[in-house]
C-alpha cells in the first residue's frame, strides 16, 4: 500500500447509524491559510468548557492548558512566538490572521525529564480540543518551532514554566486546487499516511498488523458522536460494546494512523495485545489490575530523539503519540467500548521488553479495550 490518508476500508457501512466521528477526523488538517475572525463570546465559552471537559478527562492539570482568545493578546502571541533564529520554521504565520491559540504550559522539569509525566496529559486534551474545533469549522495547526520565553512574557508565566508546544486556531481560508504553499502541504505531506501494515503489530513489534477481512457485522455507533458526548463516555468508562473486537481494533488503529505528527513524520508503533495472559500482564506493567476486563489493548510508543528534538529541544515522541492516544480512545469511544488510557506510573521498561519493542522505540501509553 502507498501511503495515503484515504481511509484503509469503508469504516461507515458497518454501523447502521451515523456514525459521524470519521468526518472530523479525516477533515481535521493543519491549516496555514487563515481569514480574519474575531472570537464570540459564545464561541469563546464554548472553547473554555471543552478545555475543562478535555484537561479534567485526560487528567492534566487546570493551568497546562491556556486558552488565549482575545484578539488583541493573540496578535501580540502571534508576533512574538517567532522571534529567535531556532523559531523560524512556521514563518507563514507571521502573516495568517489566526483568531487564538492554545497554550501547553507544562513545569520545565517535566518538559525536559526523561520521561514527561504532565506532558502527554495535556496533549491528549489539547487535541481533543482541536477536534472539536475541526467539527465546529475551525482550523488548527500544531506549532512546536516556538519561543517559549516571548510567550511566556505575553502570558505572564512563572520562568519554571515551558511551553513546549501550542496550537493556533482560526476560520480557514478555502483553499481550492490553487497551489499555495498551504494546498502544496496538504497534498505532499499531510495527506501522505503509511498503512497499518508498516505502524501496527499484533502482541509483539515483529509481528506485523495483517491486512484482514472483518466480516460485515452491523452494528450501532453511539446516538452521541460529538466529541464533547465522547469525551464523557470516556471519562464514565461507559461500556455497550456491539460491535466484533476486531473492528474495534482496527477502527482504533485507523484513528491512530490518520492523527497529526510532526512534520507527518508518523514515528510511532501500535502494537496490539489481545491474548489473555498478556493482558493480564500487560495491565499489571500500565499499573492497574483492570486486564481481567479488557477485551484487548494497544500498546502506543514512539521513537525517542532525532534530529527535530536535537534542534528544537522537544520530546516529540510524548507529543505525537498522545495526540493519537486521543483519536483511538474517542473512535472506542464511538463504538461503545469502555477506553481506558495509561500513561503515567507504567512499567516502561517491562512493556517494552514484553512487546519487544526495537532500540529507540519506547512506550508512551497503553489503550485498554472494555
Not at 79 to 92: A, D, E, F, S
Not at 128 to 141: A, F, K, Q, R, Y
Request: net charge positive.
Amino acid at each position: 500500500m502507498q501511503p495515503t490518508k484515504k481511509a484503509t476500508r469503508d469504516y461507515r457501512s458497518y454501523s447502521d447509524t451515523p456514525w459521524d466521528i470519521w468526518d472530523v477526523m479525516y477533515a481535521r488538517r493543519s491549516n496555514r491559510k487563515y481569514i480574519p475572525a474575531r472570537l464570540s463570546g459564545e464561541f469563546t465559552g464554548s472553547l473554555e468548557e471543552i478545555v475543562g471537559l478535555s484537561g479534567g478527562v485526560r487528567g492534566a492539570g487546570s493551568e497546562s492548558i491556556i486558552p488565549v482568545t482575545d484578539q488583541a493578546k493573540a496578535d501580540l502571541l502571534r508576533r512574538r512566538l517567532l522571534r529567535g533564529v531556532r523559531n523560524k520554521i512556521n514563518l507563514w504565520l507571521a502573516r495568517a490572521p489566526v483568531s487564538g491559540f492554545l497554550v501547553i504550559a507544562v513545569p520545565a522539569g517535566d518538559a525536559g525529564a526523561d520521561r514527561p509525566r504532565e506532558l502527554p496529559l495535556a496533549v491528549m486534551a489539547v487535541e481533543d480540543c482541536v477536534l472539536w474545533l475541526t467539527s465546529v469549522g475551525m482550523g488548527t495547526c500544531w506549532l512546536a518551532g516556538v519561543n517559549q520565553q516571548e510567550i511566556a512574557g505575553v502570558l505572564g508565566l512563572a520562568g519554571d514554566v515551558a511551553v513546549p508546544v501550542i496550537v493556533c486556531l482560526g476560520k480557514p481560508k478555502p483553499t481550492g486546487r490553487s497551489m499555495n504553499f498551504d494546498s502544496l502541504m496538504a497534498r505532499t505531506m499531510s495527506r501522505r499516511r503509511k498503512p497499518l501494515s508498516v505502524i501496527a503489530s499484533v502482541e509483539t513489534a515483529d509481528r506485523s498488523y495483517p491486512a484482514q477481512v472483518i466480516p460485515s457485522h452491523p452494528f450501532s455507533a453511539v446516538p452521541v458522536q460529538e466529541v464533547t458526548g465522547l469525551l464523557e463516555r470516556v471519562r464514565d468508562r461507559t461500556a455497550t460494546p456491539e460491535p466484533p473486537l476486531e473492528l474495534v481494533v482496527d477502527a482504533c488503529m485507523e484513528a491512530a494512523r490518520i492523527a497529526p505528527s510532526a512534520s507527518n513524520l508518523q514515528k510511532w508503533r501500535f502494537v496490539l495485545v489481545k491474548d489473555k495472559k498478556n493482558l493480564d500482564e500487560l495491565s499489571g506493567l500500565s499499573g492497574g489490575v483492570n486486564g481481567g476486563r479488557w477485551r484487548a489493548a494497544i500498546v502506543a510508543a514512539g521513537e525517542e530523539g532525532g534530529l527535530g528534538q536535537v534542534i528544537l529541544e522537544k520530546p516529540f515522541w510524548m507529543i505525537d503519540v498522545p495526540i493519537a492516544l486521543s483519536h483511538m480512545s474517542l473512535m472506542a469511544a464511538s463504538m461503545g467500548c469502555g477506553a481506558e488510557v495509561r500513561v503515567d506510573g507504567i512499567d516502561e521498561g517491562g512493556i517494552n521488553r514484553m512487546v519487544r519493542l526495537p532500540s529507540g522505540v519506547r512506550t508512551v501509553g497503553v489503550l485498554g479495550i472494555l
